[in-house]
């Protein structure tokens, strides 16, 4: 091997040494940023102000002000025409084992519902609460509205003063007055849509009524009512309500708002020929 041969081999061993020695340190270097860096965010998290941890706390917050809410002022909704008659109470436990509620959560609901049919009770501090945690969004008012029908529907008619009483509600949540008087409609159209059978002979104004439940006139287009079906279905949504706020074991009544929905749809679909 002559002089030349060997330097070079030599400059060239040195030279992948070299590299051999910067990628490690680099790598170290890089590993140790990052391991420092993940220390940081875990204490920063830790002490409760990790961008994460206040996704989880508002969510956490936003389920219990929505749970707080919801049976106050369903209670309060059921007094408002004088007295909570006993079918109101009896409907109102039916709906908690509907709901599938915990033990624990069935406690809570029955507290919150008395408290809200107490003389005294602050509805607009309630209401507060739940624009401050929840009104950003509308899902979740929507879904309050749809408890508190329930509610005021149980004894079969919805009273003026529960009429009255739901109309201050969505306004002070953010629904206009218009809103608030569709909602109503489709939620009563709607209720034509529970326990639909497939197959039975409809009702002679149930088209009619199945347009009204999606929210629309008869002279919409295909395509109208095809999106209004579509964005009632997924308002519903049950991963969509649990991760905006609303506790598991209450989405229950989500999942049979969607069955009247899709009940209401087939007949729009079939008259329609889609």
Not at 1 to 12: E, N, S, V, Y
Not at 101 to 115: D, G, N, S, Y
Request: hydrophobic fraction near 50%; aromatic fraction near 8%.
């Amino acid at each position: 091997m002559d002089l030349f041969t060997w330097i070079f081999r030599l400059l060239g061993g040195l030279l992948a040494l070299g590299l051999l020695v910067f990628s490690i340190a680099s790598a170290a270097v890089v590993g140790v940023g990052i391991f420092i860096v993940g220390i940081l965010l875990a204490l920063f998290a830790g002490r409760g102000r990790g961008p994460w941890r206040m996704v989880m706390r508002d969510s956490s917050a936003a389920r219990q002000t929505f749970f707080e809410t919801a049976f106050t002022l369903m209670g309060h909704v059921a007094k408002s025409d004088g007295r909570v008659s006993e079918q109101e109470i009896a409907l109102t436990e039916q709906l908690m084992t509907r709901l599938g509620l915990t033990a624990t959560h069935r406690q809570e609901a029955i507290a919150l519902f008395k408290r809200g049919a107490t003389q005294g009770f602050d509805v607009d501090a309630q209401l507060r609460e739940f624009t401050v945690h929840c009104g950003s969004h509308a899902n979740l008012r929507q879904m309050l509205m749809v408890f508190l029908f329930n509610t005021a529907i149980a004894d079969g008619a919805i009273s003026p003063e529960e009429h009255g009483l739901l109309r201050r509600i969505a306004i002070a949540v953010g629904f206009s007055d218009a809103q608030f008087e569709q909602l109503m409609r489709m939620f009563a159209a709607q209720e034509q849509f529970s326990g639909a059978r497939p197959g039975a002979a409809p009702r002679p104004d149930a088209l009619a009524q199945a347009y009204a439940a999606l929210g629309m006139e008869a002279s919409a287009s295909d395509r109208e009512v095809k999106h209004a079906y579509r964005k009632l279905m997924s308002q519903y949504h049950p991963d969509k309500l649990i991760a905006e706020g609303v506790p598991e074991d209450m989405v229950r009544i989500a999942t049979e708002r969607t069955q009247e929905i899709q009940n209401a749809w087939e007949l729009v679909r079939k008259a329609r020929g889609l």
